[in-house]
T-cell receptor, first 110, second 112 residues
Framework: SQQGEEDPQALSIQEGENATMNCSYK?????LQWYRQNSGRGLVHLIL?????REKHSGRLRVTLDTSKKSSSLLITASRAADTASYFC??????????FGTGTRLKVLA | NAGVTQTPKFQVLKTGQSMTLQCAQD?????MYWYRQDPGMGLRLIYY???????DKGEVPNGYNVSRLNKREFSLRLESAAPSQTSVYFCASSLTGNNEQFFGPGTRLTVL
């Protein structure tokens, strides 16, 4: 069964706006990662947040993690047309399994 | 560095045929993974290999076998393909089990 569920399933915004997507999961994790997938391509790692961290930044990306609610959010600030892609959260479970969510399809309109 | 490479890029099989998907990485990673991606389902883990010489089942292993040939290569075999195995297959690698994964470009497989 799917461990991670992203919300919303699809999001359409104007260039320059912020995009927020959420991920919920079911069991205890080692860490949580966010990936981007452009249409027809492989996934690209964006950011990793460990279970003992609450917030992390990387460029225009901000990730939060709430282990008590088993949820994470990804914020993309000042979005660009090039940010159009699908975004997936992935939870790292012991010993070495990764469980991916169903993804959020983001469309940034120029 | 080529990163993670997969062959072939596309494949069409008839039901009952067999084939092997090849994956290689040149990053000296210990862990390697095979996923399938179906529309609306995200990625699902088929098998993984935590280190050379070990393999473990993931969420959806039925109908597949794997071989960790050496540290660089991890192959996925379909012994008797079924239409339900029509999907896009991704190979990935990571330094260890708790690090970021690097993905290959994928193999688009259609089983008729």
């Amino acid at each position: 069964s799917q461990q991670g569920e992203e919300d919303p399933q699809a999001l359409s915004i104007q260039e320059g706006e912020n995009a927020t997507m959420n991920c919920s999961y079911k069991t205890s994790i080692n860490n949580l990662q966010w990936y981007r997938q452009n249409s027809g391509r492989g996934l690209v790692h964006l950011i990793l947040i460990r279970s003992n961290e609450r917030e992390k930044h990387s460029g225009r990306l901000r990730v939060t993690l709430d282990t008590s609610k088993k949820s994470s959010s990804l914020l993309i600030t000042a979005s660009r047309a090039a940010d159009t892609a699908s975004y997936f959260c992935a939870t790292s479970l012991p010993p070495q399994e990764y469980i991916f969510g169903t993804g959020t399809r983001l469309k940034v309109l120029a | 560095n080529a990163g993670v490479t997969q062959t072939p890029k596309f494949q069409v099989l008839k039901t009952g045929q067999s084939m092997t998907l090849q994956c290689a990485q040149d990053m000296n990673h210990n862990s390697m993974y095979w996923y399938r991606q179906d529309p609306g389902m995200g990625l699902r883990l088929i098998y993984y290999s935590a280190s050379e010489g070990t393999t473990d089942k993931g969420e959806v292993p039925n109908g597949y076998n794997v071989s960790r040939l050496n540290k660089r290569e991890f192959s996925l075999r379909l012994e008797s393909a079924a239409p339900s195995q029509t999907s896009v297959y991704f190979c990935a690698s990571s330094l260890t089990g708790n690090n970021e994964q690097f993905f290959g470009p994928g193999t688009r497989l259609t089983v008729l």
